[in-house]
């Protein structure tokens, strides 16, 4: 862990406000927050916030196959895990997962993320991006999303919605872990609590994202990275 990062004591107002949003709430904010989405309409956001997270919860749960690697420096990068499809592998980062496991403890959030269950979710959430990008769960969560590119006759194409992937990915790992409440919510407050890096002349690393993330006006969120 970088000491000089997780200095900030999380304001207890903000995250009374954070708790109190409901979960399609942060997948909203994550999917306003994501390019492209600039200019949407908020109700359009909800149903596509909705309907990823409904996705991601009927997932079938299947083992992981990608190779789980363990790292220190995330708190330095912002990041929690990430997955990488070349090679196949999940890569969590230890020094976030335990400020975000000893913050679950410190806010009485212990009912919602047991102990051990944020590795646990990094895993199943990163495992979920695995199966977004190779399998036929690509094709289906378009389906579920519903935006329709281009008809022809009877045919539709279905396109891309970016960070729909990301809100599905955070449902599964709460069904599939036996979440309280969305990881959605604890990245946010570990979000609150972390104190940005001192800006650099130019990026340490630039490793490739998992997923995009939620922006936060003031800092980024711990999990992932955006594109
Ligand atoms: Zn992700």
Not at 122 to 131: G, L, M, S, T
Not at 144 to 155: I, K, P
Request: with cysteine; aromatic share 4%; glycine share 8%.
């Amino acid at each position: 862990m970088t000491a000089s990062v997780l200095t900030r004591t999380p304001d207890p107002a903000a995250l009374r406000r954070l708790a109190g949003l409901d979960d399609v709430e942060f997948g909203v904010r994550l999917l306003a927050g994501t390019p492209t989405h600039e200019g949407r309409d908020p109700a359009l956001l909800r149903q596509w916030a909705r309907a990823a997270a409904e996705f991601g919860a009927a997932l079938e749960p299947v083992a992981c196959a990608a190779d789980v690697v363990e790292s220190d420096g995330g708190l330095e990068m912002g990041l929690l895990a990430r997955y990488t499809s070349r090679p196949d592998a999940i890569e969590l980062f230890t020094d976030t997962i335990a400020a975000a496991d000893g913050l679950a403890e410190r806010l009485g959030w212990r009912d919602w993320y047991p102990a051990g269950s944020v590795r646990a979710a990094a895993v199943a959430h990163e495992a979920a991006h695995a199966r977004l990008h190779h399998g036929p769960a690509k094709a289906e969560l378009r389906r579920a999303l519903g935006h329709v590119v281009l008809r022809l006759g009877s045919r539709r194409w279905y396109g891309h919605v970016a960070g729909a992937d990301e809100i599905a990915a955070h449902a599964y790992a709460r069904t599939v872990c036996g979440l309280g409440r969305s990881p959605l919510l604890l990245t946010a407050a570990l979000a609150e609590s972390l104190t940005p890096p001192p800006a650099r002349p130019s990026p340490a690393r630039t490793p490739k994202p998992a997923t995009p993330q939620p922006r936060s006006p003031r800092r980024r969120t711990p999990h992932g990275r955006e594109k």
